[in-house]
């Protein structure tokens, strides 16, 4: 069966530390990826989305995702977090029979 | 353009009691989902309609749980009789398939069942 393993559950973090999140996907076929990110209170959003093209994908906030295609991998980064970034983050992979499947996500606490 | 409405957002009934989620998609959004997330966890997939075709209802506990999609545009969830482990927060989302576009979500309606 299709899955999506995110491998930090919790992640705490001070101002200006890097990020990276990791994210594995058990798939064979073509996939499109995502990152979401929740932040308290607020619906679901996009932060970065990979169909095809340059591995490495730039989002919104100084977010970017690299696709590793022979590692099943799509981990995310960030130089350097804002207490702002707090949040959870949620990678999401959909096959190419439109099935979209989560991770359980990663909570990220930031601090000043 | 309004984004994926979803009411209520908190619902509170007693165990055995029947519920029903709304959601209205974003305009001309062909593809609608319907998540639900536990506390600490991801959304998990309940069904997913193409238009008014329910093309993935593997993971719905068909036992208690309906849903449809009437005309392919508002869509309704619901729980018949409701049991304490549903509570949960629901989640719509639409997406264009035609288009590629990725999945946009609603607020959620957070079910607590007591």
């Known amino acids: 069966a299709q899955s999506v393993s995110q491998h930090n559950h919790h992640v705490i973090l001070s101002e200006a530390a890097s990020l990276e999140l990791g994210c594995n996907y058990s798939?064979?076929?073509?996939?499109?990826l995502f990152w979401y990110v929740q932040y308290p209170g607020q619906h679901l959003q996009l932060l970065l989305k990979?169909?095809?093209?340059?591995?490495l994908v730039k989002g919104i906030k100084g977010f970017e995702a690299e696709f590793i295609k022979s590692k099943f991998s799509f981990n995310l980064r960030k130089p350097s977090v804002q207490w702002s970034d707090t949040a959870e983050y949620f990678c999401?992979?959909?096959?190419?029979?439109?099935?979209?499947?989560f991770g359980t996500g990663t909570r990220l606490q930031v601090f000043p | 353009e309004a984004g994926v409405v979803q009411s209520p957002r908190y619902k509170i009934i007693e165990k055995k009691q029947p519920v029903a989620f709304w959601c209205n998609p974003i305009?001309?959004?062909?593809?609608l989902y319907w998540y639900r997330q536990n506390l600490g966890q991801g959304p998990e997939l309940l069904i997913r309609?193409?238009?008014?075709?329910?093309?993935?209802d593997s993971q719905l506990p068909k036992d208690r749980f309906s849903a449809e999609r009437l005309k392919g545009v508002d869509s309704t969830l619901k729980i018949q009789p409701a049991e304490l482990g549903d509570s949960a927060v629901y989640l719509c989302?639409?997406?264009?398939?035609?288009?590629?576009?990725?999945?946009?979500f609603g607020q959620g309606t957070r079910l607590t069942v007591v």
């Open positions: 989302a639409s997406g264009d398939r035609v288009k590629n576009t990725e999945a946009f």
């Open positions: 798939y064979g076929g073509t996939v499109n």
């Open positions: 990979y169909f095809s093209g340059d591995p």
């Open positions: 999401a992979v959909r096959t190419n029979t439109d099935k979209l499947i």
């Open positions: 305009s001309g959004h062909n593809t």
């Open positions: 309609y193409e238009n008014e075709e329910a093309v993935d």
